[in-house]
């Protein structure tokens, strides 16, 4: 087991900032491309996101440190961003993403001071007992399957332009 | 066919802060762990992207403006950082991906300016005819393909801790 709280904390913090990198200067044909159909663009990603720091990743660490296993964790909608799409511009979406995720790794600090604490268990209603380091843990890889998903949404885009150089190129693959 | 030099240079420029902010904060278990024996660690891929600032894209551009198809281009090694590795840090590292990026976007749009020059045409060692359209496209892809690989090794770190939550978790399959 390699997780530990302080080196999870640095990617959680950095994720915004890299995601305001990557996208904050590019052309709608770069935000607005997908993997075809029922695919998502990078822009319904971060919508993604923001769900995650609303819905998902703190709701459930706080309520496995009220009820324990007691309670089944409420559903979160993988694609609730997909119906309530707003309108709101990829910047607005960033700040968004960015203001919640700096609140919730507050949360997260003033919610757990001890390892004992990541042993704590929950009740997914999938997977049925899981304990607050898997849960930190899947938030981290979360956000790191997320930005590769993005990466490789752009990639495809070149999918033929890059002509015979596809065999070394693995994302394409 | 997708490409477009104002596009595709949006991409380029952002990389070296895209990775910055990603592993500028980091702790040495994130930067030195790699996927197992003869993969790379986050750092020794800065080392390659660096490796090909130098010596692979500009380099085969200017080949193919210079001389077009007469001559092959001369071999890039992909594991040339490994056996130069330099005992810089990672802010030094990325300082310099930086300035070789910024110098070597200055020089692209110096030497073009045309659509036409998209179509002209060099020799690779191992596919024979390539244009300097699909140099350029792979150049972009080359970049994401290798931030997605950062991506991932640091992911793997984090394959037992997720528990469950693996069978969600695309980049960890």
């Known amino acids: ?7 999870a904390i640095q990617v959680l913090k950095s994720t915004p900032g890299t995601l305001t990198s990557l996208l904050a200067g590019l052309s709608d044909n770069w935000l ?16 993604h996101l923001i769900e995650g720091e609303k819905y998902n990743w703190i709701p459930r660490l706080e309520l496995i440190i009220q009820q324990g296993a007691a309670v089944s964790f409420p559903p979160f909608d993988r694609y609730a961003h997909l119906t309530k799409e707003s309108e709101s511009s990829l910047d607005n979406k960033l700040s ?3 203001k919640l995720r700096m609140q919730n790794l507050n949360r997260l600090q003033a919610l757990v001071h001890t390892e ?7 009740n997914h209603p999938q997977f ?5 380091r898997e ?7 979360h956000d790191l399957t997320h930005m590769s998903q993005i990466l490789r949404i752009m990639a495809k885009r070149y999918n033929q332009d890059v002509g015979p150089w596809i065999e070394f190129l693995r994302i394409l693959k």
Not at 1 to 7: T, W
Not at 116 to 122: D, N, R, Y
Not at 135 to 141: D, I, Q, R
């Open 1 to 7: 087991m390699n997780f530990d709280m302080n080196e």
């Open 32 to 47: 607005h491309t997908n993997e075809g159909e029922e695919t998502w663009t990078p822009i319904q990603v971060i919508g």
């Open 96 to 98: 968004e993403f960015q």
């Open 116 to 122: 004992e604490q990541l042993e704590l268990k929950g």
């Open 128 to 132: 049925g007992t899981v304990k607050i």
């Open 135 to 141: 849960l930190l843990s899947t938030w981290v890889v």
